[in-house]
């Protein structure tokens, strides 16, 4: 009977990583998908600080992590390659779940869920987009068998045009 309390104490911080209620239902990781058009392109997913954290090749599902930290949703930079097309790259970053992190844990998890065990295991986020597909672009200065080809400007879409850097020659 003296230890009645001590063993309360200890079943409740056991099961303290249990009351989120995001936690529960959501966990912890998403599976997001990629595919590209064409197959095949391999896929690289990075965190802000560059570290590579997932890779493959389209189409493929990789899990996730959704939090970043207390309170922080993930942020991820993707890139698409495939030999004869334009690198692409698009970012991928964490929205609230609002429905399981609120409600839920007002039927469930309690303060301790909203306040504690979500925002540190990060299911309180859904990464956007849960589907990433991409159209990859040829090429216009690359070859598939990985030769150079010179192009006029006129040749080259506006888009692209803009992203150029001029070249200054110093003959």
Same mark, same amino acid.
């Given at each position: 009977?003296?230890?009645?309390? &001590?063993?309360?104490?200890?079943?409740?911080? @056991?099961?303290?990583?249990?009351?989120?209620?995001?936690?529960?239902?959501?966990?912890?990781?998403?599976?997001?998908?990629?595919? +590209?058009?064409? @197959?095949?392109?391999?896929?690289?997913? %990075? +965190?802000?600080?560059?570290?590579?954290?997932?890779?493959?090749?389209?189409?493929?599902?990789?899990?996730?992590?959704? =939090?970043?930290?207390?309170?922080?949703?993930?942020?991820?930079?993707?890139?698409?390659?495939?030999?004869?097309?334009?690198?692409?790259? /698009?970012?991928? +970053? @964490? *929205?609230?779940?609002? =429905?399981? %992190?609120?409600?839920?844990? &007002?039927?469930?998890?309690?303060?301790?869920?909203?306040?504690?065990?979500?925002?540190?295991?990060?299911? !309180?986020?859904?990464?956007?987009?849960? *589907?990433?597909?991409?159209?990859?672009?040829?090429?216009? +200065?690359?070859?598939?068998? =990985?030769?150079?080809? /010179?192009?006029?400007?006129?040749?080259?879409?506006?888009?692209? !045009?803009?992203?150029?850097?001029?070249?200054?020659?110093?003959?």
């Amino acid at each position: 009977m003296k230890n009645r309390p &001590l063993c309360l104490v200890a079943l409740l911080f @056991g099961l303290l990583p249990f009351l989120g209620c995001a936690t529960i239902v959501k966990g912890t990781e998403q599976k997001v998908s990629f595919s +590209s058009d064409p @197959g095949g392109a391999k896929v690289s997913v %990075y +965190s802000p600080e560059g570290m590579l954290v997932a890779e493959g090749k389209t189409p493929v599902v990789l899990p996730l992590k959704k =939090g970043d930290g207390f309170f922080q949703a993930a942020k991820y930079r993707v890139t698409f390659e495939a030999p004869g097309y334009q690198k692409k790259e /698009i970012w991928l +970053s @964490g *929205d609230l779940e609002a =429905g399981w %992190y609120l409600a839920g844990n &007002l039927l469930i998890g309690g303060f301790v869920g909203w306040l504690i065990v979500d925002p540190a295991t990060g299911a !309180m986020w859904t990464l956007r987009p849960k *589907d990433v597909i991409t159209k990859m672009d040829p090429s216009l +200065s690359q070859a598939e068998d =990985g030769s150079l080809h /010179i192009v006029l400007a006129s040749q080259v879409p506006p888009e692209l !045009m803009a992203q150029a850097t001029p070249v200054v020659s110093k003959l």
